[in-house]
């Protein structure tokens, strides 16, 4: 739950792909460059880690908090430099998995965000003049759908 101070981010989008395969381009590293950035590294179990060079030298990182495979997934999120609004695990991000017909109801909820500001910087970004969530990765996260489900 949101308190005064913190702003919230949630989107919902419907995905063309079953939520067991929108769940490993969610959790599986490999996968999730694709669509997050430039390489990940995952320990996907509640206390595991997860690191993403989001664009060069710059990385997220965060923990696990709770997998419910393929329908939930929390983690938290920041930035890894010094001096950023959000840093590295103090935010916290929710997915949750939905089956819609042939399809995935995907519902985002990035809590813990000091202000809007803050907001706009710290959901990723695939190069500094890209707008914020939900800008290119919804994008990306999509389009990493319709080829995962050719390779399946």
Known sequence: MANAT????ERELVIAAAPETVWELLVD???ASAWMGLQSWSDPRPG???RVEVIPGK???GEYVELDPPSRLV??????DDGNAVPAGSSRIEFELTADGDGTHVRFVHSGLPSAEAASRAICRRDAEAPAWPGPHVSYFSSSFSAAELMQ
Do not use: D, H, I, K
């Not at 913190?6 to 981010?9: A, C, L, N, Y």
């Not at 983690?75 to 890894?80: K, L, R």
């Open 6 to 9: 913190e702003t919230v981010v």
């Open 29 to 31: 590293p490999e996968q």
């Open 48 to 50: 595991g880690v997860y």
């Open 59 to 61: 990385f997220a990182s």
């Open 75 to 80: 983690f938290t999120w920041g930035w890894e």
